[in-house]
């Protein structure tokens, strides 16, 4: 009678989770459409029903390596041994933590450095609504994000107001009520600052979106953060909402 042979499995290697593999998938969405570059960057999202969220990072330069950890939604740096993290570090984890905590609709955030949305910073006011999307999706001018010297964000209406775009540093804050609204929302960013930029530099007129076309659109995105809002509460992952 033969024995049983079993494979010794390597206590090294782990099976990442389902939200690790879709979390590394987004960023290789944006990594392919050429939206992430060589500069720092990172994404997150929410996990529902732990409280936490999924911190994917990498720092400036071509050989940084990505970095995924799972960080608690309040006080995300308490459990963390200080010298293991850099400050910049630190303040990225309490900026993704802070925005969560002040906005429970939001299910992902980017942080990153695109070829033209990163432009938006050089103009002396912020990328006005002048697309019918941007108006549904984004839903407001895109400003700068208010933060403190920890890098936590303030609860000002800026960030109150339901925007899902906002100005940091050298680049830009994306955030949506799911993932995949998160990764579109991106690409929607770069494509409004380029036409915009280009239309800019020409001198020319450009025309708003009509008073009543933006609070319709703005009204249906907040109808769709108080959905996304609900079911976080509950624990559960919001559902129904279409790309575009």
């Given at each position: 009678?033969?024995?049983?042979?079993?494979?010794?499995?390597?206590?090294?290697?782990?099976?990442?989770?389902?939200?690790?593999?879709?979390?590394?998938?987004?960023?290789?969405?944006?990594?392919?459409?050429?939206?992430?570059?060589?500069?720092?960057?990172?994404?997150?999202?929410?996990?529902?029903?732990?409280?936490?969220?999924?911190?994917?990072?990498?720092?400036?330069?071509?050989?940084?390596?990505?970095?995924?950890?799972?960080?608690?939604?309040?006080?995300?740096?308490?459990?963390?041994?200080?010298?293991?993290?850099?400050?910049?570090?630190l303040a990225a984890i309490r900026f993704h933590a802070s925005l969560y905590s002040l906005r429970p609709d939001i299910g992902a955030i980017v942080c990153f450095?695109?070829?033209?949305?990163?432009?938006?910073?050089?103009?002396?006011?912020?990328?006005?609504?002048?697309?019918?999307?941007?108006?549904?999706?984004?839903?407001?001018?895109?400003?700068?994000?208010?933060?403190?010297?920890?890098?936590?964000?303030?609860?000002?209406?800026?960030?109150?107001?339901?925007?899902?775009?906002?100005?940091?540093?050298?680049?830009?804050?994306?955030?949506?009520?799911?993932?995949?609204?998160?990764?579109?929302?991106?690409?929607?960013?770069?494509?409004?600052?380029?036409?915009?930029?280009?239309?800019?530099?020409?001198?020319?007129?450009?025309?708003?979106?009509?008073?009543?076309?933006?609070?319709?659109?703005?009204?249906?995105?907040?109808?769709?953060?108080?959905?996304?809002?609900?079911?976080?509460?509950?624990?559960?992952?919001?559902?129904?909402?279409?790309?575009?």
């Open positions: 009678m033969k024995a049983n042979t079993l494979k010794k499995r390597n206590p090294k290697v782990e099976t990442p989770s389902s939200d690790v593999v879709e979390l590394h998938h987004l960023w290789d969405r944006l990594d392919t459409k050429g939206l992430l570059q060589k500069h720092k960057a990172n994404l997150s999202f929410r996990l529902p029903g732990k409280g936490s969220f999924l911190l994917l990072s990498r720092t400036e330069g071509k050989h940084s390596k990505l970095e995924t950890e799972e960080y608690r939604i309040e006080n995300p740096t308490d459990l963390i041994k200080m010298s293991s993290k850099t400050d910049e570090s450095q695109p070829v033209w949305s990163s432009l938006l910073g050089t103009l002396d006011h912020p990328l006005p609504l002048v697309f019918d999307e941007q108006c549904r999706q984004l839903g407001a001018p895109v400003q700068s994000i208010p933060k403190k010297i920890d890098g936590s964000v303030e609860p000002d209406p800026i960030v109150l107001s339901g925007a899902n775009a906002f100005l940091d540093e050298e680049g830009v804050v994306v955030t949506s009520v799911t993932r995949d609204k998160a990764i579109y929302n991106c690409e929607l960013i770069e494509k409004c600052s380029k036409a915009y930029l280009l239309a800019h530099s020409t001198g020319s007129p450009i025309r708003r979106i009509p008073w009543w076309v933006r609070f319709i659109a703005k009204n249906r995105l907040l109808k769709d953060e108080r959905k996304a809002s609900a079911a976080y509460a509950l624990g559960q992952a919001p559902t129904g909402f279409k790309a575009y």
